[in-house]
């Protein structure tokens, strides 16, 4: 009876302790702070804005053909953009894609590219960037988790190639000049601008 006594004691114990220590890290924070419990938005003296956010698992890659945890692919997603992106309201929007186009049977996506797109280092985005980061994913060597995907996505030998039942060079997607890429699916996917949000596709 005793031994059940000091669990329950321990058990409202930790959960007071909890319950103090989250109010007084709210506590910290500005008074100006925006945010839905585990991201807080702050405005830092001088100019610019402070993001806190709470991860559940330590971001184990930020190699957008690499990681599969939630949290990298969070991290990613922050820090990068794919060719489609997603609004304030959730609904998919061009990213480094200026427009497409998708043909009458829908099974071709034509992709132009933004002419402000660059990288950090000042180097412009091309769509050779995205042709070698899209290959790289559906090549068997690189060992990638979400190589499927691209079959999944409806990409022509997406799954066939992962698999190593097919050359690289046979994957559907092209690139006519630098700032054109083009994918070709092996049938219409109402999903497919949602899914190329996701950022196993970026670069």
Not at 16 to 27: E, Q, R
Not at 62 to 76: E, G, L, R, Y
Not at 165 to 172: F, K, N, R
Request: proline residues 3%; charged residues 20%.
């Amino acid at each position: 009876m005793k031994a059940f006594k000091r669990i329950i004691a321990l058990v409202l114990t930790i959960g007071i302790l909890t319950t103090v220590f989250s109010a007084c890290g709210k506590g910290q924070d500005s008074a100006n702070d925006e945010g839905d419990g585990n991201t807080t938005v702050s405005d830092v003296p001088g100019g610019g804005v402070k993001i806190n956010m709470s991860i559940t698992e330590e971001v184990s890659n930020i190699d957008p053909n690499m990681a599969f945890s939630q949290s990298s692919m969070q991290m990613i997603s922050l820090t990068n953009e794919g060719l489609m992106t997603f609004d304030t309201n959730g609904k998919v929007t061009c990213g480094l894609a200026e427009s497409y186009d998708v043909s009458e049977d829908g099974k071709t996506y034509t992709f132009h590219l933004r002419d402000d797109a660059y990288w950090s280092n000042g180097t412009k985005v091309t769509s050779n960037d995205f042709m070698f980061s899209w290959q790289r994913l559906a090549n068997p060597e690189t060992g990638s988790v979400y190589s499927y995907m691209l079959g999944t996505l409806g990409v022509k030998n997406g799954f066939t190639v992962p698999a190593g039942q097919a050359d690289i060079s046979e994957l559907g997607i092209s690139a006519p000049d630098e700032s054109t890429f083009v994918v070709e699916l092996d049938g219409p996917r109402t999903y497919f601008l949602y899914l190329i949000a996701m950022a196993s596709y970026f670069m």
